[in-house]
Structures are given as C-alpha cells and as structure tokens.
Nanobody
C-alpha cells in the first residue's frame, strides 16, 4: 500500500520561508522519482519541481532560485525548502511519485499522490 504524507505547511508572511516534507512508504523509494506540485483555488494543478532517482532536479520557472527539492533515501522522505515566499505561492502543495526513469514536470506522469498540505502566504 503506497502512502505519501505531506507535512510542514502553514501560514507565513511574504518573504518568509517554509520547509515541506513528504514521508513515503510502500514504494522502492530510492528508485522512484519524486515531484512537488501545487494547486491554488480556482487554478489548475501546476508543477513546482522534480527530483529524479539520480538526484538531478528540475524546477518550474516561477520557483527557480527560491525553492529547493531534496530527498533522504534512508528516511524515504522528500523535502521542499521554500524561501522568499510571495502571495502567489499560496496553494495546496502535493508530493507525487513515479517509477518513470526521467519524468518531466507533467502531473500525468506521476502514479501516486499525497493528500496535500496548505501553504498560505500573506
């Protein structure tokens, strides 16, 4: 049974920082690629970034230079460090997993999803 559980969301003032976590179970974590996505009210889900099994990362233009994705294979946990937050970053943040070897930022490529954690920037 695959489970992805996000945590770390909350409310923060513009310019602040947050770190999200995503605890994974039920998958061969070290061989999976993991992504972060977000969805604001009334908007479509959009990619934040991906970290592939080889450790390479790719980010959406809107977060480049501000957000960093990392993972701890021993803890089977994914992280999203967010700095210089702006109100447009307000959204529900989801982690996702895929066994695809080299996924892009397309949500369609991800098989498993968490329930999300809310980030509000004011």
């Amino acid at each position: 049974h695959v489970q992805l559980v996000e945590s770390g969301g909350g409310s923060v003032q513009a310019g602040g920082s947050l770190r999200l976590s995503c605890a994974a179970s039920g998958i061969a974590y070290s061989s999976y690629c993991m992504g972060w996505f977000r969805q604001a009210p009334g908007k479509e889900r959009e990619a934040v970034g991906v970290i592939r099994s080889d450790g390479t990362t790719e980010y959406a233009d809107s977060v480049k230079g501000r957000f960093t994705i990392s993972k701890d294979n021993a803890k089977t946990t994914l992280y999203l460090q967010m700095h210089s937050l702006i109100p447009d970053d307000t959204a529900m943040y989801f982690c996702a997993a895929t066994p695809s070897w080299y996924p892009t930022l397309s949500a369609a490529e991800y098989n498993y999803w968490g329930q999300g954690t809310q980030v509000t920037v004011s």
